[in-house]
């Protein structure tokens, strides 16, 4: 072997130690793979829909995307949110985004920070999300990015319907008419021991409110709008009071006793625990009851169907809670603020949250998507596309007006046209208070 020559050791001693100086770089220097402008920092969402499965859906998008590790959720009662908003507006610790239902945005509406057309173009928003979320948009811009629907649905009862020789349950109201015969009993003195579907009454019937929201809704009439003069109820206008005044009548004709369709009265059970009996052959309640439903009663062989539509129109309607996200007027970081919600509303992370969830997600591409094979998730997708609903001022007290409603009439003491004027008038205060 030949010396090496000083120009041949001038060499290697250079690579040498360049090499080391490229071990040591690379192993102090790390590169971000994300750019300053899309960094998300600390976003703290609030609101008061369940924690444990915000987490969840929250966890394993961190897994995915390391950039969201600053995000996360705080459950509240729905009674003491509010007041918990308020007093972080008031001593500057508003969180970063709040998670609202349709039936909580108008007491937070002056509070949130509305996106322009810059922000979010209300075209971009409608070819995005399915058309129930075009409640969020208003004069000024989108109010907020929506996340997942909870529409009412049909739960009926198998054994019921397969002793009584029937296949499916009705998919128009009209075809009630037909099975009452087959599943209500009534004895003496009008007493009711067994029911087609229990509807009719305030007192005992759960969702009696949205119920008749999704008659008047599928009647052709929205229940509020918002113009550019603000939120207002539409119940009796000119316009549209046979809208509201027909499926009010429909649904009262179930707790008459001189009517055909009579199968309810105030004097059974709450609805849903009548249905859990096995003494109701169908129930309406929203789709997130299913769980609640077979741990109450895990031996009821029951299924669900989409909710039934009026027969008169061939245009579908349901209504349902809505879900998303809005950004506070005294949010610590806005930009950040709106980088996690875009990023949260994405089609991947919603494909996540619908997976957990087993509600439907508001996008256009998921909902187009055929869902899973899983039981239900199917029927909710379908139903998610032509749901609607609606900016309720108080749920609170828009149940006791509603309610009050249904009782005056069926208790005589008010036509059921004076009874949905009074109403309107009142629902009406609840938005110019």
Known sequence: MKDITPFRLIILAFFGVA?????????????????????????????????????????????????????SYREFSPQ???????????????????????????EQVNRIFVLDSQAMPKQQFRSTFLEMAEVYITEEGVMGMPLFADPLVLFW???MFQSAGQVAPPTTWQDFFRIIPLFTEVGENRVITNTTIPLGEAVNVNHF??????????????????????????????????????????????????????????????????????????????????????LKNPNLNFDVAEIPQSGNTPSKSVYARLHGLFIPTQSPNVSDSYKAMYALTSQVALEDLQNIIKL??????????????????????????????????????????IGSMIETITSGRRSIEDAIILSDQEIQVLFEN
């Open 360 to 401: 439907s997600v508001v996008r256009r591409d998921l909902a187009g998507q055929t869902a899973s094979d899983d039981l239900f998730t199917e029927i909710f997708r379908r139903e998610a596309i032509y749901a609607q609903t609606f900016i309720d001022p108080d749920p609170v007290a828009t149940n006791t007006i």
């Open 209 to 294: 409110k949205e119920i008749l929201v999704t008659l008047a809704l599928q009647a052709g009439n929205p229940f509020t709008q918002n113009s550019t003069t603000g939120y207002r109820s539409v119940m009796a206008g000119s316009q549209s009071f046979a809208s509201v005044f027909e499926p009010l009548e429909f649904f009262t004709s179930f707790s008459n006793p001189t009517s055909d369709t009579y199968s309810w009265n105030r004097a059974l059970p709450k609805a849903q625990d009548y249905f859990l009996a096995g003494k109701s052959a169908t129930y309406v309640g929203f789709a997130s009851e299913i769980r609640p439903l077979q």
């Open 19 to 71: 090499g080391i100086f490229g071990i040591i770089a690379l192993a102090t220097f790390q590169v971000d793979p994300v750019p300053e402008e899309e960094r998300i920092g600390v976003v703290d969402i609030w609101g008061t829909y369940d924690a444990r499965v915000i987490n969840t859906w929250l966890g394993g998008l961190i897994q995915k995307n390391e950039n969201l590790a600053g995000v």
């Open 80 to 106: 003491d949110f509010d007041t918990e908003v308020l007093e972080a507006l008031a001593e500057q610790r508003a969180p970063h985004l709040l998670l609202l239902d349709n039936t909580e945005l108008f």
């Open 157 to 159: 009862n198998r054994t």
